[in-house]
């Protein structure tokens, strides 16, 4: 079966499910996601007993596991840590709490800049979510301590946090990727809990120097900027996920989408807002963006139509507007949560959500994890799930008026 004939196949089905699904109160929908994720998610947790790490993706039809030194260790918990809020039940905390403390080794971690995903989406939503004073005091602590851990990697001459250390043979000085505004959150929330200044002081600085260099006129980002630790000046701007240098890899924008309004939300500055902006206009209107508002994996990829969908793109993405239209005129915010739920209904179709003991036990399929190194492409991804479930928590809280939910 040929790529082309797959992608084909995703269109008939997302168009014939958004059809029928759009009929279908979203209320409903959101209540049918979260009963599939819980019957998925008891299957994942199956496969995962007994063996080391955490479920990141499916690989030779065998669930892929993980050590606590991936970055994406802390999805699983994570995503854990969602289905108890959704549901209530005490089997979903147990487990969380279980996978949460396997990610502990994070804390200490120097060599990586992804320790906002790795200890944010467990000890971060489990410190939002349990009760007890013993178990929140060391869920605060072991987020603090990954939070003083994460600012080592920080140069003042550069204004950046470092993404990752360089690699034999590389060419790069100081790469800083656009992923690594996700891990600005983990900062401004220590500089509130320790009454510090100094988290959000480089939280701030990165995001400033981000915004300065990564972004093209049209709102789009480069993936990776390359600096001269000693000077601070712009060495390269160059991709390593994406299709080419100047191309607009989807889950970047999305990462830079979600990261400006979440720095937004924290600070209240208005080149944040207004970034984020800028990022969504890009996003939502690209002519090369499907019908089904899941982005092919890079908008710039030449062989479109006949190339990957990346589901995580989306759901991150939909779950950015839906915070991002809290934070907009009722025109804009309406025009936000209406893509947000059209994404997440294509989600929710045959098309994309697994169905019980389907997809190993994940949620999503058709998610791109690093194509030009023919890794993870059109499967199941952590990380997709994680955020598919948060942007469905969003659309609830932003339906029931609460809007407590970030």
Same mark, same amino acid.
């Given at each position: 079966?040929t790529?082309?004939?797959?992608?084909?196949?995703?269109?008939?089905?997302?168009?014939?499910? +958004?059809?029928?699904?759009?009929?279908?109160?979203?209320g409903?929908?959101?209540?049918?996601d979260?009963?599939?994720?819980?019957?998925?998610?008891?299957?994942l947790?199956d496969?995962?007993?007994?063996k080391?790490g955490?479920?990141?993706?499916?690989e030779?039809?065998?669930?892929?596991m993980v050590?606590?030194?991936?970055?994406?260790a802390?999805?699983?918990?994570?995503?854990?840590?969602?289905?108890?809020?959704a549901?209530?039940?005490?089997?979903?905390k147990?487990?969380?709490?279980?996978?949460?403390?396997l990610?502990?080794?994070?804390k200490f971690?120097?060599s990586q800049?992804?320790?906002g995903f790795m200890?944010?989406?467990?000890?971060?939503?489990?410190?939002?979510l349990v009760?007890?004073?013993?178990?929140r005091?060391?869920?605060?602590?072991?987020?603090?301590?990954g939070?003083?851990?994460?600012i080592?990697?920080?140069n003042p001459?550069?204004g950046?946090i470092?993404?990752w250390?360089?690699w034999?043979?590389t060419?790069?000085?100081?790469?800083?990727?656009?992923?690594?505004?996700m891990n600005?959150e983990?900062l401004?929330?220590a500089?509130?809990a320790?009454?510090?200044?100094?988290?959000?002081?480089?939280?701030?600085?990165h995001?400033?120097?981000?915004?300065?260099?990564?972004?093209?006129p049209?709102? +789009?980002?480069?993936?990776l900027?390359?600096?001269?630790p000693?000077?601070g000046?712009?060495?390269?701007r160059?991709?390593v996920q994406g299709y080419a240098?100047g191309?607009?890899?989807?889950?970047g924008?999305a990462?830079g989408?979600?990261?400006?309004t979440?720095?937004?939300?924290e600070?209240?500055?208005?080149?944040?807002?207004?970034?984020?902006?800028?990022?969504?206009?890009?996003y939502?209107?690209?002519?090369?963006?499907?019908?089904?508002?899941?982005?092919?994996?890079?908008?710039?990829d030449?062989?479109?139509?006949?190339a990957?969908?990346?589901?995580s793109a989306?759901?991150i993405?939909?779950?950015?507007?839906?915070?991002l239209?809290?934070? +907009?005129d009722r025109e804009?915010?309406a025009?936000y949560r209406?893509?947000a739920e059209?994404?997440?209904?294509?989600?929710?179709?045959d098309?994309?959500l697994?169905?019980?003991g389907d997809n190993?036990?994940?949620?999503?399929?058709?998610?791109?994890?690093?194509?030009?190194?023919?890794?993870?492409?059109d499967?199941?991804?952590?990380?997709?799930?994680?955020?598919?479930?948060?942007?469905?928590?969003r659309?609830k809280?932003?339906r029931?008026?609460t809007g407590s939910f970030?």
């Amino acid at each position: 079966m040929t790529a082309k004939t797959i992608i084909c196949g995703i269109l008939l089905a997302a168009c014939g499910a +958004s059809a029928a699904a759009a009929a279908e109160p979203i209320g409903a929908v959101i209540d049918k996601d979260f009963k599939v994720a819980s019957a998925q998610y008891r299957i994942l947790l199956d496969k995962a007993a007994g063996k080391p790490g955490f479920p990141r993706t499916v690989e030779r039809g065998d669930v892929k596991m993980v050590g606590p030194g991936d970055w994406t260790a802390g999805f699983f918990p994570g995503s854990l840590w969602y289905l108890f809020e959704a549901t209530g039940d005490a089997t979903w905390k147990t487990a969380a709490m279980r996978y949460t403390a396997l990610t502990a080794p994070a804390k200490f971690d120097k060599s990586q800049h992804d320790l906002g995903f790795m200890l944010g989406a467990g000890y971060g939503n489990g410190l939002r979510l349990v009760d007890d004073a013993a178990t929140r005091s060391a869920y605060r602590d072991a987020l603090l301590a990954g939070a003083t851990t994460l600012i080592t990697r920080f140069n003042p001459k550069v204004g950046s946090i470092q993404s990752w250390d360089l690699w034999p043979n590389t060419t790069w000085a100081f790469p800083v990727i656009i992923d690594n505004m996700m891990n600005l959150e983990l900062l401004m929330w220590a500089a509130k809990a320790a009454n510090e200044p100094r988290y959000r002081e480089i939280a701030i600085a990165h995001a400033d120097t981000a915004l300065k260099n990564h972004f093209r006129p049209d709102g +789009s980002s480069f993936h990776l900027v390359d600096y001269d630790p000693k000077t601070g000046a712009v060495r390269a701007r160059v991709t390593v996920q994406g299709y080419a240098d100047g191309s607009a890899w989807a889950r970047g924008q999305a990462w830079g989408l979600y990261g400006y309004t979440m720095m937004y939300r924290e600070t209240h500055r208005d080149e944040y807002l207004r970034q984020a902006h800028k990022i969504a206009r890009f996003y939502t209107t690209h002519p090369r963006l499907p019908a089904d508002k899941v982005p092919f994996w890079d908008f710039d990829d030449p062989a479109i139509p006949d190339a990957p969908r990346d589901a995580s793109a989306a759901a991150i993405a939909a779950s950015a507007l839906l915070e991002l239209a809290t934070f +907009s005129d009722r025109e804009t915010a309406a025009r936000y949560r209406d893509f947000a739920e059209q994404t997440l209904r294509s989600l929710s179709s045959d098309a994309y959500l697994a169905k019980p003991g389907d997809n190993g036990g994940f949620l999503l399929k058709h998610a791109t994890g690093h194509k030009p190194a023919k890794s993870e492409i059109d499967v199941p991804l952590n990380y997709a799930d994680y955020y598919f479930l948060e942007a469905l928590l969003r659309l609830k809280a932003a339906r029931s008026g609460t809007g407590s939910f970030h």
